[in-house]
């Protein structure tokens, strides 16, 4: 077999590496040929995942992406398969060493000037969005909002179940006419566009939430912050707050809260508190009345021509597999690099995702400051997780596993890419708001969206979202675009994928010409042009962090 077409079977990720990834399904006794080496596999090596480079012994150390990644936990021969049985999670000790970080920055000719269309606020950010935001500050609005949410959507043009809500009523109309519903077969057709009845409003979203109140105070007060970071987002132009009057999380807690953010905060905020209103149905009446007024008023704003330095895209991987860090996870890093060398923000978080890669990161911080917080958290983070019987260790999923990344080193170290490798810019904790262009850490969990809700929180107003398996998640103000990390997921799932990175695995496109194109991409989304499928979807998932229990 030529070495040509062996490049196309197996890859490895990194000179220092002692393990090859399978780009196809390998056979049992098949022989690989590799840089001058040859590889007899013991074991059916399945696309994804990895085969040992050379004999193995107990307790030696695994490499991947040049960093440690586990140790073997008995002998084996060169060229068989990795698995939970066989490796366990280990990860290099990482401290504070002043090093001395060169970035070599990407060519970013073809991007100078451009420019895309978003909403310029009055705080100096522009979003790529204008919505209404609902905010309650307490779990027993949530009824309220939903009745709200029904009201607004079919009658203003946002609602997307139209279709379901058709095939529903064929259901009951051949129930009724005791036909069998087995044979009812419709088509279902798409729910029609461009219906709205405000143009340049992108969507009114509901914020419904657990939360403040029957917890503790901090609890009340973390989500009192995280809700104003809402209100203050680039993407919403006017907020509704519904409370019920005797929560812990009470409505000047969250004035203050948005106040202390933004002293110059200008938005309209209606302000219906329940248990101050005569009914239900008054308050339902009011709080949609007052709306529509708002709506009115948002809807003057217009999209206005602004530079990719303004972009603040946070990324995001979720549903990961084994081709994760091999293709879109390392396009994503690349179009990070083009982005902070335009000038603009970029965001990095899922701590429990930078688990063996954080010594790297901390040699890229600017400061010792940052370095230094940096490690704060991710220690008092680990250890909040050991106390409730985990630990970063345990992070990967079953879904994971499957799919070839077999340690929590292995997935973080792959997971890490997506920040591409410019400096370190400055690191926040949960909810701090994102200020200095270039790369920034965010503390926030691996899940998903307690994730991409952190993310917005800190003031992303795109997010780059990759995955192998598949995940529908979105965000409530902040579009969430999803890159695949192979064909087959691109294809299979088309309706939530938007972008398709499996031209990597092909060797049909090359890391930075998919980086290039994913840039172009979130041009066109920022300026309203194209519309991710999440958004499409009213996909707008929210969970808060409570913190220490979820990784």
């Known amino acids: 077999m030529s070495e040509n077409n062996t490049k196309k079977l197996v890859v490895k990720l990194h000179p220092d590496d002692n393990v090859l990834v399978a780009l196809t399904d390998l056979q049992k006794g098949e022989t690989i040929h590799f840089e001058n080496e040859t590889y007899v596999l013991q074991d059916l090596i399945k696309a994804k995942h990895k085969f040992y480079m050379q004999d193995m012994k107990q307790g030696e150390e695994?490499?991947?992406?040049?960093?440690?990644?586990?140790?073997?936990?008995?002998?084996?021969?060169?060229?068989?398969?990795?698995?939970?049985?066989?490796?366990?999670?280990?990860?290099?000790?990482?401290?504070?060493?002043?090093?001395?970080?060169?970035?070599?920055?990407?060519?970013?000719?073809?991007?100078?000037?451009?420019?895309?269309?978003?909403?310029?606020?009055?705080?100096?950010?522009?979003?790529?969005?204008?919505?209404?935001?609902?905010?309650?500050?307490?779990?027993?609005?949530?009824?309220?909002?939903?009745?709200?949410?029904?009201?607004?959507?079919?009658?203003?043009?946002?609602?997307?179940?139209?279709?379901?809500?058709?095939?529903?009523?064929?259901?009951?109309?051949?129930?009724?006419?005791?036909?069998?519903?087995?044979?009812?077969?419709?088509?279902?057709?798409?729910?029609?566009?461009?219906?709205?009845?405000?143009?340049?409003?992108?969507?009114?979203?509901?914020?419904?939430?657990?939360?403040?109140?029957?917890?503790?105070?901090?609890?009340?007060?973390?989500?009192?912050?995280?809700?104003?970071?809402?209100?203050?987002?680039?993407n919403v132009g006017g907020i509704t707050l519904?409370?019920?009057?005797?929560?812990?999380?009470?409505?000047?807690?969250?004035?203050?809260?948005?106040?202390?953010?933004?002293?110059?905060?200008?938005?309209?905020?209606?302000?219906?508190?329940?248990?101050?209103?005569?009914?239900?149905?008054?308050?339902?009446?009011?709080?949609?009345?007052?709306?529509?007024?708002?709506?009115?008023?948002?809807?003057?704003?217009?999209?206005?021509?602004?530079?990719?330095?303004?972009?603040?895209?946070?990324?995001?991987?979720?549903?990961?597999?084994?081709?994760?860090g091999v293709s879109a996870n390392p396009a994503v890093g690349y179009t990070s690099d083009l982005v902070v060398a335009l000038g603009g923000k970029i965001l990095l978080a899922e701590f429990p995702e930078l688990c063996g890669a954080e010594q790297n990161l901390i040699d890229r911080c600017v400061t010792e400051d940052k370095a230094r917080k940096f490690i704060d958290l991710m220690e008092s983070y680990d250890e909040l997780a050991h106390k409730v019987g985990s630990g970063f260790h345990m992070n990967p999923s079953p879904g994971n596993i499957k799919d070839g990344l077999i340690t929590d080193a292995i997935k973080s170290a792959g997971a890490a890419k997506k920040g591409g490798t410019s400096p370190v810019i400055d690191v926040l904790d949960y909810t701090e708001l994102v200020t200095k262009p270039g790369l920034s850490l965010v503390c926030t969990p691996g899940n998903d969206v307690e994730a991409t809700t952190g993310k917005a929180a800190s003031g992303a107003t795109l997010?780059?979202?990759?995955?192998?398996?598949?995940?529908?998640?979105?965000?409530?103000?902040?579009?969430?675009?999803?890159?695949?990390?192979?064909?087959?997921?691109?294809?299979?799932?088309?309706?939530?994928?938007?972008?398709?990175?499996?031209?990597?695995?092909?060797?049909?496109?090359?890391?930075?010409e998919m980086g290039e194109e994913i840039l172009e991409y979130c041009i066109k989304a920022a300026s309203g042009e194209i519309i991710p499928k999440a958004v499409q979807l009213n996909q707008d998932d929210f969970i808060p962090w409570k913190r220490g229990v979820s990784l």
């Not at 992406?65 to 990795?82: C, E, F, I, P, T």
């Not at 969430?480 to 691109?490: D, G, Q, W, Y």
């Open 62 to 234: 695994v490499n991947m992406y040049g960093v440690l990644v586990g140790k073997v936990q008995n002998d084996l021969a060169k060229g068989s398969l990795m698995t939970t049985e066989n490796l366990k999670h280990a990860a290099d000790p990482y401290a504070y060493r002043n090093a001395s970080y060169e970035w070599n920055a990407p060519n970013v000719s073809k991007f100078e000037n451009r420019t895309f269309k978003g909403y310029k606020r009055k705080d100096g950010r522009v979003g790529t969005a204008n919505y209404w935001l609902f905010i309650p500050t307490v779990f027993c609005e949530n009824r309220n909002l939903d009745v709200i949410k029904e009201a607004l959507h079919k009658q203003l043009g946002y609602a997307v179940t139209d279709k379901y809500n058709q095939f529903t009523h064929e259901l009951l109309e051949g129930y009724l006419n005791g036909n069998d519903i087995n044979d009812i077969n419709i088509e279902l057709n798409p729910t029609p566009k461009n219906k709205r009845v405000f143009e340049n409003v992108d969507g009114i979203k509901f914020l419904n939430h657990q939360g403040g109140c029957g917890g503790t105070r901090q609890d009340a007060s973390t989500l009192s912050a995280l809700l104003a970071s809402y209100a203050n987002h680039p």
């Open 242 to 324: 519904l409370s019920l009057g005797c929560q812990h999380l009470q409505v000047q807690d969250f004035v203050n809260d948005v106040k202390r953010q933004n002293p110059e905060f200008d938005k309209p905020l209606f302000i219906f508190e329940q248990q101050q209103t005569e009914s239900e149905e008054v308050l339902i009446t009011n709080a949609i009345k007052k709306t529509f007024e708002g709506l009115i008023e948002i809807n003057k704003y217009e999209r206005t021509d602004a530079p990719l330095s303004d972009l603040c895209i946070g990324v995001k991987c979720g549903g990961s597999d084994g081709f994760s």
């Open 463 to 512: 997010i780059l979202f990759t995955t192998g398996l598949g995940t529908p998640t979105g965000n409530p103000v902040c579009p969430v675009i999803k890159v695949a990390t192979n064909s087959v997921l691109a294809t299979r799932m088309k309706d939530i994928i938007d972008i398709d990175c499996g031209p990597i695995i092909s060797g049909e496109k090359s890391i930075e």
